[in-house]
């Protein structure tokens, strides 16, 4: 089935390399571009073609008695494609854009590089107590671009839900030595066979514990079981280091948004497996820094041997911890050292449980439950808390500039969001709806005009309906076609991690649940751009702050699909930003085969089509019949082994 009327493709950058070709050549060799009257009297020759084909098809039609001749029209479509390809070609010309050459493939030591997490230059510069392995890209040198290779044992990942519970070894930075020399926690919960690494599915014998742990947890709050976790009043967790996602995946089942952070690891890092596994998760610590989320984010807090020492440095975790709770909100601990099993404490972890249990007092937290080594505190839901505290308590409540938004800027030691409109208890605000939208009056706090939220969501709509169509190598073809009744749509599962790299509202995420993708979207609120990651967050969604000057924090090949609107024209603006060092990131963090769909002015996705030569993806160039202003860039990342 040909493509119909809603798109019009251009042809593949890598098909268009004879084409023009007299014309690239006749103004290289002068070193310069073509004047625009020259082109401008071009195109309106290749015009009047068209329209001379067209009549002609016309004329026929009307002399012969028969059906209209399917080869006319099928010559017509291609030379107005044809057309529009080599003009598009000559316009990228005149503004200096030529084809540029391939990048080549970075060297084995690069198959896991994380930039911004360089530990030997973080240690070289003094930085110690943990902070050699936080994030600090400044101290990150610029090294040769190039694109990051697999490891030789990759392979594609599998869909969800199998992915789930079975991921490839070879995928991940874990060696069977490093696993046998593991403790006995490590393979209570994944099996590592030939090349494969098992995980203990949930309709079968729960080895760890998980749903024991997640009903406890429950029963301690006062629920009757964890299935009302989310009647209660909760629906995003942020687990800090969440071993290898079990209780993540656990949770996910409940239809809880559960976010792994967990500190950069050279080797079996925590976050790699739970992306591997389809599970939200991104490199993230508060050693020093404060979280890329603002305050009042997260309805529990989870930390199972996350390995924070809570005691240290006046409680400035605690109070980070605080930061991201929202009111009535939960912080969940569970620590071997901090009971033994016979009831002894030992005089280290005394210390640390005495602090934790006066400190929390001091920030309005009430113990509700203590069972063996699990601790779950609540924060309070009561502003006046805070006004029954004496001048002078510590920590005191933050004012102005501290309690605005930050990104990665330096633990505060005051309490944060008292002051915020966003102030409400997770008990008293509604339940979860079913289609994660938020009322007029949300919105209202949120400083959002009901009108543009709704246009969006119904954008969105639309929208993801013809990108998943589009998800399909067809598109790359000589004679580009839409899959039709004949070729069914790509799977609901097709792709499970997506990221938005440039989120607004989160409807793009709100869109694909809706019509039931098997997907979770880490929603990217670019950090120059009007701050909605509290809306979206409020909505149930994963959701961070992020300069794309800057690498994001995670692992190479760890999202399936990277969608941008208007990111591209947004950057442009900024000084310091480089689109070719940001498709050299969008690479490096998309698996092989993974797709980029990109929505931005003509100019730039020109400018951007011409870099996905360089990055060796099948790129097509999509007009929009909506808006002649606009272009939609369809890329697909190529398996590259070698």
Same mark, same amino acid.
């Given at each position: 089935?040909?493509?119909?009327?809603?798109?019009?493709?251009?042809?593949?950058?890598?098909?268009?390399?004879?084409?023009?070709?007299?014309?690239?050549?006749?103004?290289?060799?002068?070193?310069?571009?073509?004047?625009?009257?020259?082109?401008?009297?071009?195109?309106?020759?290749?015009?009047?073609?068209?329209?001379?084909?067209?009549?002609?098809?016309?004329?026929?039609?009307?002399?012969?008695?028969?059906?209209?001749?399917?080869?006319?029209?099928?010559?017509?479509?291609?030379?107005?494609?044809?057309?529009?390809?080599?003009?598009?070609?000559?316009?990228?010309?005149?503004?200096?854009?030529?084809?540029?050459?391939?990048?080549?493939?970075?060297?084995?030591?690069?198959?896991?590089?994380?930039?911004?997490?360089?530990?030997?230059?973080?240690?070289?510069?003094?930085?110690?107590?943990?902070?050699?392995?936080?994030?600090?890209?400044?101290?990150?040198?610029?090294?040769?671009?190039?694109?990051?290779?697999?490891?030789?044992? !990759?392979?594609?990942?599998?869909?969800?839900?199998?992915?789930?519970?079975?991921?490839?070894?070879?995928?991940?930075?874990?060696?069977?030595?490093?696993?046998?020399?593991?403790?006995?926690?490590?393979?209570?919960?994944?099996?590592?066979?030939?090349?494969?690494?098992?995980?203990?599915?949930?309709?079968?014998?729960?080895?760890?514990?998980?749903? *024991?742990?997640?009903?406890?947890?429950?029963?301690?709050?006062?629920?009757?079981?964890?299935?009302?976790?989310?009647?209660?009043?909760?629906?995003?967790?942020?687990?800090?280091?969440?071993?290898?996602?079990?209780?993540?995946?656990?949770?996910?089942?409940?239809?809880?948004?559960?976010?792994? @952070?967990?500190?950069?690891?050279?080797?079996?890092?925590?976050?790699?497996?739970?992306?591997?596994?389809?599970?939200?998760?991104?490199?993230?610590?508060?050693?020093?820094?404060?979280?890329?989320?603002?305050?009042?984010?997260?309805?529990?807090?989870?930390?199972?041997?996350?390995?924070?020492?809570?005691?240290?440095?006046?409680?400035?975790?605690?109070?980070?911890?605080?930061?991201?709770?929202?009111?009535?909100?939960?912080?969940?601990?569970?620590?071997?050292?901090?009971?033994?099993?016979?009831?002894?404490?030992?005089?280290?972890?005394?210390?640390?449980?005495?602090?934790?249990?006066?400190?929390?007092?001091?920030?309005?937290?009430?113990?509700?439950?203590?069972?063996?080594?699990?601790?779950?505190?609540?924060?309070?839901?009561?502003?006046?808390?805070?006004?029954?505290?004496?001048?002078?308590?510590?920590?005191?409540?933050?004012?102005?500039?501290?309690?605005?938004?930050?990104?990665?800027?330096?633990?505060?030691?005051? @309490?944060?969001?008292?002051?915020?409109?966003?102030?409400?208890?997770?008990?008293?605000?509604?339940?979860?709806?079913?289609? !994660?939208?938020?009322?007029?009056?949300?919105?209202?706090?949120?400083?959002?005009?009901?009108?543009?939220?709704?246009?969006?969501?119904?954008?969105?709509?639309?929208?993801?309906?013809?990108?998943?169509?589009?998800?399909?190598?067809?598109?790359?073809? *000589?004679?580009?076609?839409?899959?039709? *009744?004949?070729?069914?749509?790509?799977?609901?599962?097709?792709?499970?991690?997506?990221?938005?790299?440039?989120?607004?509202?989160?409807?793009?995420?709100?869109?694909?649940?809706?019509?039931?993708?098997?997907?979770?979207?880490?929603?990217?609120?670019?950090?120059?751009?009007?701050?909605?990651?509290?809306?979206?967050? *409020?909505?149930?969604?994963?959701?961070?702050?992020?300069?794309?000057?800057?690498?994001?924090?995670? !692992?190479?090949?760890? !999202?399936?699909?990277?969608?941008?609107?208007?990111?591209?024209?947004?950057?442009?603006?900024?000084?310091?930003?480089?689109?070719?060092?940001?498709?050299?990131?969008?690479?490096?963090?998309?698996?092989?085969?993974?797709?980029?769909?990109?929505?931005?002015?003509?100019?730039?996705?020109?400018?951007?089509?011409?870099?996905?030569?360089?990055?060796?993806?099948?790129?097509?160039?999509?007009?929009?019949?909506?808006?002649?202003?606009?272009?939609?860039?369809?890329?697909?990342?190529?398996?590259?082994?070698?």
């Amino acid at each position: 089935m040909v493509l119909g009327p809603l798109y019009h493709f251009k042809d593949h950058p890598f098909n268009i390399e004879m084409r023009g070709h007299f014309v690239r050549q006749t103004f290289t060799k002068f070193n310069r571009t073509p004047p625009m009257n020259w082109l401008l009297m071009l195109f309106i020759s290749l015009l009047a073609v068209i329209t001379i084909l067209g009549s002609s098809s016309n004329t026929l039609r009307s002399l012969a008695s028969s059906p209209p001749l399917p080869d006319i029209y099928t010559n017509y479509r291609k030379l107005r494609e044809k057309a529009v390809a080599d003009f598009s070609e000559i316009r990228s010309l005149s503004v200096g854009i030529v084809n540029p050459k391939e990048l080549d493939l970075c060297g084995k030591e690069s198959e896991n590089f994380v930039p911004c997490y360089n530990v030997s230059a973080n240690l070289q510069a003094g930085l110690q107590y943990g902070e050699e392995f936080d994030r600090h890209c400044e101290l990150s040198r610029i090294g040769e671009r190039c694109l990051a290779r697999p490891p030789k044992d !990759y392979k594609i990942t599998l869909r969800w839900p199998a992915g789930k519970d079975v991921i490839w070894s070879g995928n991940v930075k874990i060696t069977k030595d490093q696993f046998l020399s593991s403790g006995s926690m490590t393979k209570r919960l994944m099996l590592l066979e030939e090349n494969q690494i098992s995980f203990h599915s949930e309709d079968g014998a729960i080895v760890d514990g998980v749903k *024991d742990y997640s009903r406890q947890i429950a029963e301690m709050i006062g629920l009757g079981s964890d299935m009302e976790f989310v009647q209660s009043g909760v629906r995003t967790v942020l687990d800090i280091g969440c071993g290898f996602g079990s209780f993540g995946a656990h949770l996910f089942s409940l239809k809880l948004m559960t976010v792994c @952070i967990a500190a950069y690891e050279i080797f079996g890092s925590q976050v790699q497996l739970a992306l591997e596994r389809g599970l939200p998760a991104m490199i993230g610590s508060f050693v020093a820094n404060q979280l890329p989320y603002p305050s009042l984010s997260y309805d529990i807090v989870h930390c199972a041997q996350c390995g924070i020492s809570w005691h240290k440095k006046d409680g400035a975790s605690l109070i980070e911890v605080d930061r991201v709770l929202k009111p009535g909100g939960y912080f969940v601990l569970t620590s071997p050292v901090t009971k033994s099993r016979g009831g002894g404490v030992n005089s280290k972890a005394r210390n640390s449980l005495t602090f934790i249990e006066e400190f929390t007092k001091r920030i309005c937290w009430s113990l509700l439950s203590q069972q063996e080594e699990t601790f779950v505190w609540q924060k309070t839901a009561e502003i006046s808390c805070y006004a029954s505290r004496k001048p002078g308590d510590v920590p005191p409540l933050c004012k102005g500039e501290q309690d605005k938004q930050s990104y990665y800027q330096p633990l505060t030691s005051c @309490i944060s969001g008292t002051n915020s409109k966003r102030w409400v208890s997770i008990q008293s605000r509604p339940r979860w709806p079913t289609n !994660y939208q938020l009322t007029p009056s949300d919105l209202k706090v949120h400083g959002v005009d009901a009108d543009d939220y709704v246009e969006d969501s119904n954008y969105w709509k639309s929208a993801v309906k013809n990108y998943w169509s589009l998800l399909t190598p067809l598109i790359f073809s *000589d004679h580009p076609k839409r899959p039709g *009744d004949e070729d069914p749509l790509p799977p609901f599962n097709m792709v499970r991690n997506v990221m938005d790299m440039n989120a607004h509202y989160g409807g793009f995420n709100d869109a694909l649940l809706e019509a039931g993708k098997s997907v979770w979207v880490m929603n990217v609120v670019p950090v120059r751009t009007s701050n909605s990651l509290p809306l979206i967050l *409020d909505r149930g969604f994963a959701g961070v702050l992020h300069d794309w000057c800057e690498p994001f924090p995670t !692992y190479p090949r760890t !999202y399936d699909m990277l969608h941008a609107r208007g990111l591209l024209s947004h950057l442009v603006h900024n000084e310091g930003c480089n689109i070719l060092d940001l498709f050299l990131e969008m690479d490096r963090i998309l698996r092989p085969e993974g797709w980029v769909v990109i929505c931005d002015k003509v100019q730039i996705i020109e400018r951007a089509r011409a870099i996905t030569t360089q990055v060796r993806w099948d790129a097509r160039m999509i007009e929009l019949p909506s808006d002649n202003n606009q272009r939609l860039l369809v890329c697909q990342k190529p398996f590259l082994k070698k």
